[in-house]
């Protein structure tokens, strides 16, 4: 917690503690008061200065009806305070007047500063430019999970055609198996032949499967890319990626064993190689089942993707319709409050004008009552500066004799 300084409020009067925060910014000068405010302090004091001079007004020595000089006081050290008094006054009096002048100049400075900013039209454009950018954000935004929910689709569309062909190339390798299967039958020779086919045949199996398991790893990789702000969905992708990577790998190793077992099975014996050929057509049908298997799941992927292009898509539409009334909102609400704004502006113009108006009066008044008092203390100095000469001199009009 940020350490504290405590003052006391500058409202007249008050002796409450204010609590001025150590953080940057203009600290409070007021209590937590809701009626102690700048500008009734400033009013409590204008009405506290106004007493005041009515006061010194009613306890200022007053002429006599007939317009004639009153008589002054024997001249005394006792007597000489109320000059002393006059004088401090009006040096108080023009103090204050400089400090409220200074006050008041400087908040209008401030207010016009303040109301200058309410009333730019600049101002209220870059709002309304903001709020309209960021509406488009959002807008983008949907726009791009839209073309993303697209992307995981035609990825999904690559992999139901790419398992329709593995199913195909499976059949025909069937079909190729049963062919060799028979001739094994007719002939011995015949199937170390179709065994040295069958070889190839597989190699370019395994290569075709490795090919596949490289295409499968590209597609999942776009498809992580694609969906990569939707964790439930990235998270699938994941585990159907590594699913199917480690299917593709222990599919090629299943092969190369069976490869390998086969070769050396028909290299041992050559009768044998009908049931292994038999055997490799019920895993080719397996592997057949498998790859419609695929070809389902990708088509119930495609199905969902394109459920969430059309979600996405609706999502879209509504984001548009919400900006759209957001931002007409926000213009409203703006347009009301830069008019209100311009109204309490000239409200508080007006007042400060009349403040201004009333300050300079007031402060004509003290100059006046200033020049009084200035012109009442010269009085008093040559008041008090007549009894030092004779009386008979000063009767006939006699120059006092040099005291030097």
């Not at 007021?30 to 102690?36: F, G, M, Q």
Request: proline share 5%.
């Amino acid at each position: 917690m940020a350490e504290t300084d405590s003052t006391l409020c500058n409202f007249p009067g008050c002796t409450r503690p204010v609590v001025r925060p150590s953080s940057p910014g203009r600290p409070p000068q007021y209590c937590d008061l809701p009626e102690h405010t700048r500008w009734r302090a400033w009013r409590e004091r204008q009405r506290l200065q106004q007493e005041a001079q009515a006061a010194q007004e009613q306890a200022a020595p007053r002429r006599p009806a007939d317009g004639s000089t009153p008589s002054p006081p024997p001249a005394s050290l006792a007597e000489a305070a109320p000059i002393t008094t006059a004088r401090l006054r009006a040096e108080d009096l023009l103090t204050r007047f400089a400090v409220q002048a200074e006050q008041l100049t400087a908040t209008l400075q401030e207010a016009t500063a303040a109301f200058t900013t309410m009333t730019d039209p600049a101002a209220a454009e870059a709002q309304v430019e903001a709020a309209r950018i960021a509406a488009a954000r959002q807008v983008a935004d949907a726009e791009a999970a839209r073309l993303a929910a697209d992307e995981e689709r035609r990825s999904a569309e690559r992999a139901r055609r790419a398992a329709e062909s593995e199913a195909a190339r499976a059949g025909e390798a069937a079909e190729a198996a049963v062919a060799a299967a028979g001739a094994a039958e007719r002939m011995a020779d015949a199937a170390l032949v179709e065994r040295d086919e069958a070889l190839a045949e597989r190699e370019k199996a395994l290569a075709q499967a490795r090919e596949r398991a490289e295409e499968r790893d590209a597609a999942a990789a776009e498809a992580a890319a694609a969906i990569a702000e939707r964790d439930a969905a990235r998270a699938e992708a994941r585990e159907q990626v590594a699913r199917a990577r480690a299917e593709a790998e222990a599919l090629v190793a299943r092969e190369r064993d069976r490869a390998g077992q086969r070769v050396a099975e028909v290299e041992r014996r050559a009768a044998a190689e009908r049931a292994d050929l038999a055997e490799q057509l019920d895993r080719l049908r397996e592997r057949l089942a498998e790859a419609a298997a695929a070809r389902d799941a990708a088509e119930a992927r495609a199905e969902r993707s394109l459920a969430e292009r059309d979600r996405l898509a609706a999502e879209l539409d509504r984001v548009r319709e919400a900006a759209r009334a957001d931002l007409k909102a926000e213009r409203d609400a703006f347009t009301a409050s830069l008019a209100e704004a311009r109204q309490a502006a000239a409200e508080r113009l007006a007042a400060l004008e009349e403040a201004r108006a009333q300050t300079l009066r007031r402060a004509e008044r003290a100059e006046a009552q200033l020049d009084d008092a200035l012109a009442e203390l010269r009085r008093l100095r040559a008041a008090a500066a007549e009894p030092d000469r004779p009386a008979g001199a000063h009767h006939r009009g006699e120059d006092p004799p040099d005291r030097s």
